[in-house]
């Protein structure tokens, strides 16, 4: 696969940071669509631009001419304990844009807690994260309805190792997972959107063995 044009949502978050590395290293160019700009330092291969990704009025006259969405947004870790819809309404607003400029593939990260796992651990993360358990679950819905050639990826807790360690598995968690790192879902992404695979599914993430 050649230079991509690649648009990334929540990209001043810890995840969304790691694929604007991984996709400049592999040589990409990058559009960080962000509210805070000033969170982000310029750079030759990426371009800022300021918008809101809860209004796709703001996202759409920025797309065009893109190759695929990568999102990777997310509440702020205090607010993933109350009720919110911001990850459903921004990914309302983000199929809404792409359906209006003609762009195609996305690649979007929810989490594993939405796996049916057994055991005390998932249990008791199923609970502590219900209300972003929900928001994602939404999510998810908005993303598979909405025509375009998607992926979702489920990641379950995420670390701050910078190696790419992980293991895929279609529709299930990779047995045995119970961490990757940041890094890794950004490969992951981006392998998705490059060699366009996994279309239509969601795959469960894990580390290495
Ligand atoms: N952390 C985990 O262990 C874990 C495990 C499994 C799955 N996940 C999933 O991964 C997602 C991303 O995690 P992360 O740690 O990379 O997130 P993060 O570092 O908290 O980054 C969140 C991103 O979303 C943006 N954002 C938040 N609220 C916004 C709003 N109201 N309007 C516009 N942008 C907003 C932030 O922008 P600003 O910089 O402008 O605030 C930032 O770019 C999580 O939300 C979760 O669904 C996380």
Redesign the pocket.
């Known amino acids: 696969m050649g230079v991509m044009r690649l648009f990334v949502?929540?990209?001043?978050?810890?995840?969304?940071?790691e694929i604007l590395d991984l996709a400049r290293a592999r040589g990409h160019e990058v559009t960080a669509f962000?509210?805070?700009p000033q969170?982000l330092r310029p750079a030759g291969s990426l371009r800022i631009v300021r918008g809101?990704?809860?209004r796709a009025e703001t996202m759409a006259p920025a797309l065009p001419g893109h190759d695929a969405v990568l999102s990777?947004?997310?509440?702020?870790?205090r607010?993933?304990f109350r009720a919110s819809t911001?990850?459903a309404d921004?990914a309302r607003a983000t199929v809404e844009a792409m359906a209006a400029s003609g762009v195609a593939r996305l690649a979007i990260?929810?989490?594993?807690?939405l796996f049916p796992e057994k055991g005390f651990y998932f249990a008791l993360f199923r609970w502590i994260l219900q209300h972003?358990a929900r928001d994602?679950r939404s999510m998810e819905a908005i993303v598979q309805a909405s025509g375009l050639a998607w992926t979702i990826a489920?990641?379950?807790?995420?670390?701050k190792e910078p190696e790419v360690n992980f293991r895929a598995a279609r529709g299930a968690l990779p047995p045995g997972s119970l961490?990757v790192s940041?890094r890794s879902?950004a490969a992951f992404l981006l392998d998705a959107v490059e060699q366009r695979s996994y279309v239509s599914e969601i795959v469960g993430l894990g580390q290495s063995a």
């Open positions: 949502i929540g990209a001043t978050g810890k995840t969304g940071r962000v509210r805070s969170k809101d990704p809860l990777a947004i997310g509440p702020p870790p607010e993933a911001l990850v921004c990260v929810s989490a594993a807690v972003h994602l489920r990641p379950p807790r995420l670390t961490s940041y879902v």
